[in-house]
């Protein structure tokens, strides 16, 4: 079975600073998505950023960035410049390609701390 | 277009009381799913659809129950609510064509 795991629990970065949160997964297909959902403080769901395991180049959103390493089972996401509306949970998710009625498999979470 | 929506926001019950948490989506997705979110943790499947009349259970199904006679809803069944059940319930929703699983805005439930 498919796991994702988010070993930080907290992480904290001054405004305008740099920040890289880690995921890591296990999976046994070759090709999947995987996703990081951002949940700010009023509880809403969203997406930041997806990536598809068949594409070589790692997906770019504005300041938000990943860091795709397939053999190694490696979901980096990389915040630049940050704000402090980047303040919130993120968690990283994995989707199989096809089939398993569209689930995502979701790591337990990072907190994001942004000090003024 | 509202996307996914749901009612209540909030809700206190007392233990043994039931509730229906009700979500709709006008999306026209096939997939939707209810999750529940302790405080500090991740997300927990509870019941998915993958279409009108067809429901099964996720990771976390006991004390719980849905139905699915539309496609546009989902309403989850709380039956004698229990302090354990003290969560926040999100609805998702996922079509084939879709980039993303679209969410609703959440439950705050709490049970005492």
């Known amino acids: 079975a498919q796991t994702v795991t988010q070993s930080q629990p907290e992480m904290s970065v001054q405004e305008a600073e740099t920040v890289t949160l880690s995921c890591t997964y296990d999976?046994?297909?070759?090709?999947?998505?995987l996703f990081w959902y951002k949940q700010p403080p009023s509880r809403q769901m969203i997406l930041v950023i997806r990536q598809e395991a068949y594409k070589q180049q790692n997906a770019t959103e504005n300041r938000f960035s990943v860091n795709f390493q397939k053999a190694a089972k490696s979901f980096s996401l990389k915040i630049s410049d940050s704000q402090l509306g980047d303040a919130a949970m993120y968690f990283c998710?994995?989707?199989?390609?096809?089939?398993?009625?569209?689930?995502?498999?979701w790591g337990a979470g990072t907190k994001l701390i942004i000090k003024p | 277009n509202a996307g996914v929506t749901q009612t209540p926001k909030f809700r206190i019950l007392k233990i043994g009381q039931s509730m229906t948490l009700q979500c709709t989506q006008d999306m026209n997705h096939n997939y939707m799913y209810w999750y529940r979110q302790d405080p500090g943790m991740g997300l927990k499947l509870i019941y998915y659809?993958?279409?009108?009349?067809?429901?099964d259970k996720g990771e976390v199904p006991n004390g719980y129950n849905v139905s699915r006679s539309t496609t546009e809803d989902f309403p989850l069944r709380l039956e004698l609510a229990a302090p354990s059940q003290t969560s926040v319930y999100f609805c998702a929703s996922w079509g084939r064509d879709s980039y993303e699983q679209y969410f609703g805005p959440g439950t705050r439930l709490t049970v005492t």
């Open positions: 999976t046994s297909e070759s090709d999947y998505y």
């Open positions: 998710a994995y989707r199989r390609m096809e089939g398993s009625n569209y689930q995502l498999i």
């Open positions: 659809s993958v279409g009108a009349g067809i429901t």
